[in-house]
């Protein structure tokens, strides 16, 4: 058995952001007959198990989630992006039996184009890399991308120096980072890693959303 078919691949969807840009909770905006969350979780059970989403603390309202996602909650809420990854991270370690060779994909609950598609190709292109981070016009995006739990420790020590953002993991040794050119054989347009952080962003995408239904 080759390590990919030993893999297991999970997912945490980043939802404990303040939304301050967008002027109202992001996780529970309407988004093509669901909420943003929900259709993101949606997406990710397809391909994809468990789904955790980590909030950023106990009092965080969610809307409805499908029927087997789970929740979890930041320990340091308001610390980051890679806090929430190490709580996810966390998550799959202690509650689903995850080890360092299993693997999660890493989004942000405003991120409506996410695909299977996107999800398995960049699962296929992991390899035995620790992680694999797209690069979209030259910039590295941490949330929508795959991680092995091995990385676990480093994101530990990170945070223990101070460090926020998940963008410094792409220096670890053996990571794969994919270009444009690698990242459209599985999404043409590289509508995955688009988010929406205000109205006008959110408008835009819900006018193009007819035109991504047909990539399934």
């Not at 989403?53 to 610390?79: C, F, I, M, N, Y």
Request: charged share 20%.
């Amino acid at each position: 058995m080759t390590e990919k078919e030993r893999m297991r691949l999970g997912a945490i969807i980043l939802a404990g952001g303040r939304s301050t840009r967008m002027g109202q909770p992001k996780e529970s905006l309407p988004f093509a007959g669901d909420t943003l969350l929900g259709r993101a979780c949606r997406t990710l059970l397809t391909c994809t198990t468990p789904v955790l989403v980590v909030k950023r603390d106990a009092a965080q309202p969610l809307p409805p989630l499908p029927a087997g996602v789970e929740v979890a909650t930041d320990a340091t809420p308001d610390s980051g992006p890679l806090a929430a990854i190490a709580a996810g991270l966390s998550g799959l370690a202690d509650h689903h039996g995850f080890g360092a060779a299993d693997a999660a994909f890493v989004c942000a609950c405003d991120q409506p184009f996410l695909t299977q598609a996107a999800v398995r190709g960049l699962a296929d292109r992991l390899g035995d890399a620790p992680l694999v981070m797209p690069r979209v016009a030259g910039r590295l995006q941490p949330l929508g991308a795959i991680y092995r739990l091995v990385v676990r420790p480093h994101v530990e020590a990170l945070l223990a120096s101070g460090t926020r953002t998940p963008r410094t993991l792409a220096e670890l040794p053996g990571v794969r980072v994919l270009d444009d050119g690698e990242l459209r054989a599985f999404d043409a347009e590289l509508l995955a890693w688009v988010n929406v952080n205000t109205v006008p962003e959110l408008e835009a995408a819900m006018a193009r959303q007819p035109r991504r239904t047909s990539h399934g």
